[in-house]
């Protein structure tokens, strides 16, 4: 009795949407295969490109701080195209916001991060 209410109540709901209002599509779950997948770790990123596509080069760079003294080894090249890229930064642009709402501001100038903060007395 309790799953044909359920259906009257659906029907009910659908009934009362105007007729111009288009239904919408059930979200799919995307699976994602990641079973072959390879963790890299890179703090420098190179962001070059073509009028079709970015190039997007991760590497290693051992010293941080001021101007390296040794080539950079980029490891990784990931090619996109710009429709990949904006939804890439969207993607990133969202987690970084809600990566800073929970532990603060996140200051990009190592310079600044590296200043110890002066005492007084």
């Given at each position: 009795?309790?799953?044909?209410?359920?259906?009257?109540?659906?029907?009910?709901?659908?009934?009362?949407?105007?007729?111009?209002?288009?239904?919408?599509?059930?979200?799919?779950?995307?699976?994602?295969?990641?079973?072959?997948?390879?963790?890299?770790?890179?703090?420098?990123c190179?962001?070059?490109?073509?009028?079709?596509?970015?190039?997007?080069?991760?590497?290693?760079?051992?010293?941080p701080?001021?101007?390296?003294?040794?080539?950079?080894?980029?490891?990784?090249?990931?090619?996109?195209?710009?429709?990949?890229?904006k939804r890439?930064?969207?993607?990133?642009?969202?987690s970084?916001?809600?990566?800073e709402?929970?532990?603060?501001?996140?200051?990009?100038d190592?310079?600044?991060?590296?200043?110890?903060?002066?005492?007084?007395?």
């Open positions: 009795m309790a799953k044909e209410n359920e259906g009257a109540e659906v029907q009910a709901q659908q009934a009362e949407q105007p007729a111009a209002t288009p239904a919408r599509p059930a979200q799919q779950q995307l699976r994602v295969d990641d079973s072959n997948i390879v963790a890299l770790y890179a703090n420098f190179r962001v070059t490109g073509t009028p079709e596509e970015l190039i997007i080069d991760f590497g290693l760079n051992p010293q701080i001021g101007i390296p003294t040794e080539p950079i080894k980029v490891g990784q090249r990931i090619i996109v195209n710009f429709f990949t890229a890439l930064l969207a993607a990133l642009s969202m970084v916001q809600r990566h709402a929970v532990f603060g501001v996140l200051e990009t190592i310079n600044k991060r590296l200043r110890v903060p002066q005492t007084t007395g």
